[in-house]
Each structure stands twice: as structure tokens, then as C-alpha cells.
């Protein structure tokens, strides 16, 4: 159980355009969805915290309106980089908490966006 | 959220156990010990998980100090598979909303 996709896992997009990653909760109901972004050998870094059917919590420095997150149901949650340049270029991941098990984060497999 | 230190990096034979360390002297009453490790280029993967008493689940056993301190995650009988980064993490349980800080970890190397 508590198992965690992404969709896609690699994408390869030109500057200036939008990019949409899915994260879904494939066996559990996520009380709360979490978007990380990950440059090379560097560690974690969280970026948003979204709870299904409400705003999402940024952290600092963070833009909200360049990543978009959509937290649409228990099971899905969406992260659209609008507008990407090469600097956005990072490996993304998600990771879901579920409703039981005391709230311990389940990870996805992670998403390599690359921004030409 | 309490930090942890972690060495970062050791070596293990295949086959024997590894003892990775971690120090969380500040941690608080209420916090609980995280592992997770991350294989190169994917997502972290949850491990175990403790709060004061010893832990052991079909992937490790989590060994926790009388005094909450420190702990040591125990992979009984490495494989290369296990070769990832291990991330030692305290947090509050039952508090959804909190993230998990992600130091940087020790970079395990299993040895053929």
C-alpha cells in the first residue's frame, strides 16, 4: 500500500511554455499532497503544501503564481510550471500523507523537468 | 522542527549490516524519528519510523537512545540495492501540515 505516481517522469519542454505534473495517491486518500523540488546533489527542498480543496500554503520565496497547484480531490494533486526558463529546470517531487497512519509522507517517483 | 546530524557518507559489504547514525540532541517530547532514503534519481522512499521504543519493520530495525538523542537505523543484511542516500528526519506527528526537513543526509555505499 501507500503508493505515490507522477506523471510524466521526464519532460523536455521549450522557455516560455507551461508545463502540468500530476501526483496521485494510487491506494490511499491524502489529507494533504506536498510538492518538493530537487536540484542536482542537492537535497529536498519543499516548495507548497496543499490540503484537497483549498489554497495552497507557499513556502518563502516560492512563487504562487508561477507554480500552480491544484488540489482537485483526496487522490490527485497538480503542479503547473507556467511560463518555464531554464532555471526551472529541477527534478520534482511530490509526496501525499495519508489519512491514516499517522500522517507519515508517501513520496512519488518524481517528475525531471528540462526547459530548453 | 529538531536538526539532525548525520555522517555523510559510509560504506558497507555486501551482506554484512549496516549501522547508519544519526544525532537529534535537541529533539523535543513529541517528536518523532523519520528514515527515509533516496535511490539516485528517484523519489524518497519511507523506511521506518520510531518514537522511543525500538522499531523493526521487513526492511530495518530503528534503535533509539534511552534518552532520545540519537538513533540507529540497522539494515541487517546489505545488499547494492540498499546503496542510496539514508535521511535521518525528527517532526511532530499528527500534524499533517508540517513538511519534512531534509538535511543531507548519509550516502551509503554497499561494497560487492
Known amino acids: 500500500g501507500a503508493v505515490v505516481s507522477q506523471h510524466p517522469s521526464r519532460v523536455i519542454c521549450k522557455s516560455g511554455t507551461s508545463v502540468k505534473i500530476e501526483c496521485r495517491s494510487l491506494d490511499f486518500q491524502a489529507t494533504t499532497?506536498?510538492?518538493?523540488r530537487q536540484f542536482p546533489k542537492k537535497s529536498l527542498m519543499l516548495m507548497a503544501t496543499s490540503n484537497e480543496g483549498?489554497?495552497?500554503t507557499y513556502e518563502q520565496g516560492v512563487e504562487k503564481d508561477k507554480f500552480l497547484i491544484n488540489h482537485a480531490s483526496l487522490t490527485?494533486?497538480?503542479?503547473?510550471?507556467?511560463?518555464?526558463?531554464?532555471?526551472?529546470?529541477?527534478?520534482?517531487?511530490?509526496?501525499?500523507?495519508?489519512?491514516?497512519g499517522g500522517d507519515t509522507q508517501y513520496?512519488?517517483?518524481?517528475?525531471?523537468?528540462?526547459?530548453? | 522542527d529538531a536538526k539532525t546530524t548525520q555522517p555523510p557518507s559510509m560504506d558497507c559489504a555486501e551482506g554484512r549490516a549496516?549501522?547508519?547514525?544519526?544525532?537529534?540532541?535537541?529533539?523535543?517530547g513529541n517528536e518523532y524519528v523519520y528514515w527515509y532514503r533516496q535511490i539516485h534519481s528517484q523519489g524518497p522512499q519511507y523506511?521506518?519510523?520510531?518514537?522511543k521504543n525500538n522499531e523493526t519493520n521487513e526492511m530495518a530495525s530503528l534503535i533509539i537512545t534511552e534518552d532520545r538523542k540519537s538513533s540507529t537505523l540497522i539494515l541487517p543484511h546489505a545488499t547494492l540495492r540498499d546503496t542510496a542516500v539514508y535521511y535521518c528526519i525528527v517532526r511532530v506527528m499528527g500534524t499533517g501540515a508540517n513538511n519534512l526537513f531534509f538535511g543531507t543526509g548519509t550516502r551509503l555505499t554497499v561494497i560487492p
Open chain 1, 107 to 116: 513520496f512519488g517517483p518524481g517528475t525531471r523537468l528540462t526547459v530548453l
Open chain 2, 47 to 51: 523506511i521506518i519510523h520510531g518514537l
Open chain 2, 18 to 28: 549496516a549501522n547508519l547514525p544519526c544525532n537529534h540532541s535537541t529533539i523535543s
Open chain 1, 33 to 36: 499532497m506536498f510538492w518538493y
Open chain 1, 54 to 56: 483549498s489554497k495552497a
Open chain 1, 76 to 100: 490527485l494533486s497538480t503542479l503547473t510550471v507556467t511560463s518555464a526558463h531554464p532555471e526551472d529546470s529541477s527534478f520534482y517531487i511530490c509526496s501525499a500523507s495519508a489519512l491514516w
